[in-house]
């Protein structure tokens, strides 16, 4: 049974910086990889980072610069380093497994989510 568990969310000030994790049981990483969404509220949840199995990572344009993707392969969990954080980046993160579908690496397993919210 795949679960993805993510933790690290929290509140921080303008210009700090928080570290998501998101453990993986039973999921095995594919091609497509794992990547980062989130979903602020009234708004549609949105693809932040990326990371496939060759090491390719793929950033949101709002966050290049800021926020780092990683996956430790040996404990097969997945890392989002977010510095120089903005009151923008507030939002619930989720974490997704992901597969290809017709071409396109799209999710299909979820984690349950994990807060963050940037006050000024």
């Known amino acids: 049974q795949v679960q993805l568990v993510e933790s690290g969310g929290g509140s921080v000030q303008v210009g700090g910086s928080l570290k998501l994790s998101c453990v993986a049981s039973?999921?095995?990483?594919?091609?497509?990889?794992m990547a980062w969404y989130r979903q602020a509220p009234d708004k549609k949840r949105e693809l932040v980072s990326s990371?496939?199995?060759?090491?390719?990572?793929t950033y949101a344009e709002s966050v290049k610069g800021r926020f780092t993707i990683s996956h430790d392969n040996t404990t097969n969990t997945l890392y989002l380093q977010m510095n120089s954080l903005k009151t923008e980046d507030t939002a619930a993160y989720y974490c997704?497994?992901?597969?290809?579908?017709?071409?396109?690496?799209?999710?299909?397993?979820w984690g349950q989510g994990t807060q963050v919210t940037v006050s000024s």
């Open positions: 039973g999921y095995i990483f594919t091609y497509c990889g």
């Open positions: 997704a497994g992901r597969y290809m579908n017709f071409g396109r690496c799209v999710p299909n397993t």
């Open positions: 990371i496939s199995r060759d090491g390719s990572t």
